[in-house]
């Protein structure tokens, strides 16, 4: 006997869903192509140069130029000026006029001259000149710097200046280099620019200065031919490094004194630079900034000032002036022991087997390795 089905809607467990709405995209698209125009309307609206009817007024103009009262009562050609009448009995221009009829006589003198050389007689004879004489002017001064005398520092103090002597510096009119090719100074040369590839033996710390030791990796060639051995591998060289790294600093500076090579003959060489093996400067590893003894420092400060703060609270005056004595100076001990801890330099320091560089900068005469001298 089968029963019959019951209806989907008396088994459900849950409600209908409501039906989702959903937005058109032909809407869509002309409100964002709408949204689109009005922001490039704006956009071209704030961009563009405007022209406008109400211009300010100009505050300065050329065209219109007043005159003054005095000059428009002027005349305005030699024409409308006034004809002088004859010479008044008081005037020169008789005397002169007939002066010039009689050449034995002299010129008549200018009486501004005249007067000059008065007042210039009476400064003479006037005591309170006397003694004094003139003096020589002195020589021009010669372009350039004096040989011997130090420039004035006030050329170095700002940057205009040090700009304008640059730009004023002397003129070298000099078209052709006085230097000529000259020929290899032998045949079994280094010359400069060459570089010789070395490992260290002994490493570098740069809390004092001392020697180092290296030995060269790569054999080394004479440099007009390439044949020639020079320096064989595993020779030795002898260098100094700097000690004392500053703050900040991160490359120690080293330079090269001697090379010894393995049938005992060597040369000196004069404190050749070394450098890393991309060819900067001095040579970088490891840097210690001591930022460990820094945080040391300030934790023992900052526990000194904890210790005196927490300390009994009174009222009577002896235990008050006491604390505020331990106080201050436990605040004076913790700045002066963490400013002794900044200002210990960084160490730099480099390994053993760290690969270095001696740049040539002299030409390097030596005897062929396994030849006599």
Known sequence: MTGATPPDDAMRLHGERRPVKRLSRRVLILLGLTAGGVLGAALIYALGSRQGTDAPAELFSTDVRTTADGLAALPHDYGAVPQLGPPLPGDFGRAVLGQQGRPDLPPAADPGEQQRRQDAAAADASKLFVGVTARPSPPAAVAGPVPGTAATPASRDTAPD????????????????????????????????????????????????????????????????????LIPQGSRLLGQYQGGADAGQRRLLLVWTRLIRPDGSSIVLERLPGSDAAGYAGLEDRVDDHWDKVAKAAALSTLLSIGAELASDSSDALLSALRSGAQDTADDAGQRIVSRELSVPPTVTIRPGFPVRVVVTRDLVITPYGETP
């Open 162 to 229: 040090r700009h304008q002597a640059f730009l004023e510096a002397p003129i070298d009119r000099r078209t052709t280099a006085p230097d000529r090719v000259s020929p290899p100074a032998s045949g079994a040369v280094l010359q400069a620019g060459s570089v010789i590839a070395a490992a260290l033996l002994t490493g570098i710390r740069s809390d004092l200065p001392g020697q180092v030791t290296a030995q060269v990796t790569e054999s080394v060639y004479d440099s007009p031919t390439g044949r020639r051995l």
